[in-house]
């Protein structure tokens, strides 16, 4: 068997709706190049695994199943699966997203083999809620985001504004991953493999959509209770004060605060007329803020 140019890593666990959907993403691909998709099916209750060997019988040569015996956990599950990913660059979609454009692996591939600064690289999405079956499409461009790429390290310690499933990553850009997770209990692994990449490396960005994300009612980052948000919530300054020590960065608590403020504002309060009203007032108030800073700081120094 050639060696593949690209390894999807794909986790999956209770996806029976949607990974069919998730891995003819996959092997709809036009490439110039091998590769392979490593499926990490993490002892599912539903068809999920039966689905998953149905494929890979059918497709051998591309299709390669983790199958443990007992459930292992998202982040144990991850690790397993990406490390047993053998390309020089790994694409990475969860079991219950899916790809949309054909060309997505080779457009990635040329950029990162055209951009040897370049570590990592994501594309805009459609973003489907399934509950209502409403699909926004293009969401960044639609909602006119600003999304950071080059040097984001100082940046994205704040925030992650990237969509998981249209990340394309040099396997070697992420050495040592593995083995922080391994050795930490960090609740999602995605956020802390783009500040360990993007300490060494220029993160870029396609503005074209690629990929579909699925927001479930439960997910990995989805809540249905205030106990849950609030777990993710200190994971997330977990996974931030780990790489903030790790690289000695300094960072403003004022802003770190501004962001939770935001975030528990978006799970609690339903009514975006309300939200975005707080939100613009929590914006007012934090310049001023800064003012009062700065000009205390000027008088110090006079």
Not at 58 to 83: A, E, S, W, Y
Not at 248 to 261: D, E, G, H, Q, T
Not at 270 to 289: A, G, V
Request: proline share 2%; glycine share 4%; net charge positive.
């Amino acid at each position: 068997m050639i060696k593949p140019l690209v390894s999807i890593c794909m986790i999956t666990y209770n996806h029976e709706k949607y990974i069919a959907q998730a891995i003819e993403g996959v092997l709809m691909q036009k490439t110039s190049f091998p590769f392979e998709l490593v499926i990490g099916e993490d002892c599912s209750t539903d068809d999920t695994r039966s689905t998953c060997i149905e494929y890979q019988n059918r497709f051998p040569d591309i299709i390669n199943i983790r199958l443990p015996v007992k459930n292992q956990g998202m982040i144990k599950n991850f690790i397993k699966t990406m490390r047993a990913c053998q390309g020089k660059y790994i694409g990475y979609c969860e079991g219950d997203d899916y790809w949309t454009d054909p060309c997505k692996l080779q457009k990635q591939v040329d950029f990162l083999e055209s951009n040897l600064q370049y570590g990592l690289c994501f594309t805009d999405t459609d973003i489907l809620f399934n509950a209502r079956n409403k699909k926004i499409k293009s969401f960044d461009l639609s909602h006119k985001r600003y999304i950071p790429t080059g040097d984001v390290l100082n940046e994205l310690i704040y925030r992650n504004p990237y969509k998981t499933c249209t990340a394309m990553f040099r396997s070697s850009a992420a050495n040592g991953y593995t083995e922080i997770l391994d050795d930490n209990k960090f609740q999602f692994a995605d956020f802390g493999l783009w500040l360990h990449i993007a300490k060494n490396f220029k993160v870029g960005y396609l503005k074209e959509s690629t990929a579909v994300y699925r927001v479930l009612k439960i997910s990995a980052s989805n809540f249905d209770s205030y106990e849950e948000f609030n777990s993710f919530i200190k994971s997330w300054g977990e996974v931030r004060s780990y790489f903030v020590k790790k690289y000695m960065l300094k960072v403003s608590k004022a802003k770190i605060l501004f962001i939770r403020l935001k975030i528990s504002l978006a799970f609690i309060i339903k009514n975006n007329k309300i939200k975005s009203f707080i939100l613009y007032m929590l914006k007012i108030i934090s310049r001023k803020l800064a003012k009062l800073q700065r000009k205390i700081l000027v008088s110090l120094h006079q």
